[in-house]
């Protein structure tokens, strides 16, 4: 990684106008990537749903070959100046409108083929409105529509209804890593008493995570590891 220049990326970044420009934030979002990123194998092929910080940390790494960003609208890409971008793609504007709950969620279309080819799959995107009934972010549906992912790490920022959605999703496949935040707001919502159908033991497949020291580390982002990977651990 090119620290002088991912440096120069940053500022500029936390400087515009773009949503996820908080600095205090995007340090969070790097601490919890470079944590994941020291398990990992090189030549990574990323797909993420929703850029900013996160494209930046991607562009910018050695152990990433190519990485591709699905997002909603343009103005929300970071502008890359000082890094070398030839490893990336932004592909805007592929997003359909679901109603669910009487509202308009935002769906990322024709990402299928992006994901299949990609070995890590990063969400963070599009942004949903919020589920009345708990006060969450709808869930997003990207990565339980696809079909094979026995081999993808999954990381997810945030986004409790979508972590919990895929928790069950690959609970059978892949080691599951909550963050602190997800955690929190589901203590929150235990103690609202508002009710999400299911419960932490259904969530969490194996109790030794709980005292995994990558799951204590981890502040935003959860993490999913697939229990037989091909070739993306170190």
């Known amino acids: 990684m090119n620290g002088y220049r991912l440096f120069r990326e940053v500022v500029g970044f936390s400087k515009s106008g773009n949503v996820g420009r908080d600095l205090k934030k995007i340090l969070i979002r790097f601490a919890d990537l470079s944590i994941i990123f020291r398990r990992l194998l090189k030549d990574q092929i990323v797909c993420e749903f929703g850029s900013g910080s996160s494209t930046l940390f991607f562009v910018s790494h050695n152990k990433v070959a190519l990485t591709t960003s699905f997002e909603q609208f343009e103005v929300y890409l970071p502008r890359l100046q000082y890094l070398d971008y030839k490893n990336w793609n932004s592909i805007t504007g592929n997003v359909i409108l679901e109603k669910e709950l009487n509202l308009q969620v935002p769906r990322f279309t024709n990402y299928m083929e992006n994901a299949k080819s990609s070995t890590l799959i990063y969400v963070d995107g599009p942004a949903t409105p919020v589920d009345p009934r708990t006060g ?10 696809l079909n094979d992912l026995r081999h993808k790490i999954v990381l997810i920022d945030c986004r409790l209804l979508t972590v919990i959605e895929v928790a069950l999703r690959l609970r059978e ?8 935040a997800v955690l929190t707001e589901y203590s929150k919502l235990q103690k609202s008493h508002i009710e999400l159908n ?29 229990k037989k990977p091909l070739r993306s651990f170190g």
Not at 136 to 145: F, G, H, K, V, Y
Not at 173 to 180: G, T, V
């Open 173 to 180: 496949s892949h080691l599951f890593f909550p963050s602190q």
């Open 198 to 226: 299911v419960t932490i033991d259904d969530i969490f497949q194996e109790s030794t995570i709980y005292n995994s020291r990558l799951f204590k580390l981890l502040i935003r982002t959860s993490a999913f590891f697939p």
């Open 136 to 145: 969450l972010a709808i869930a997003n549906r990207e990565i339980p529509e």
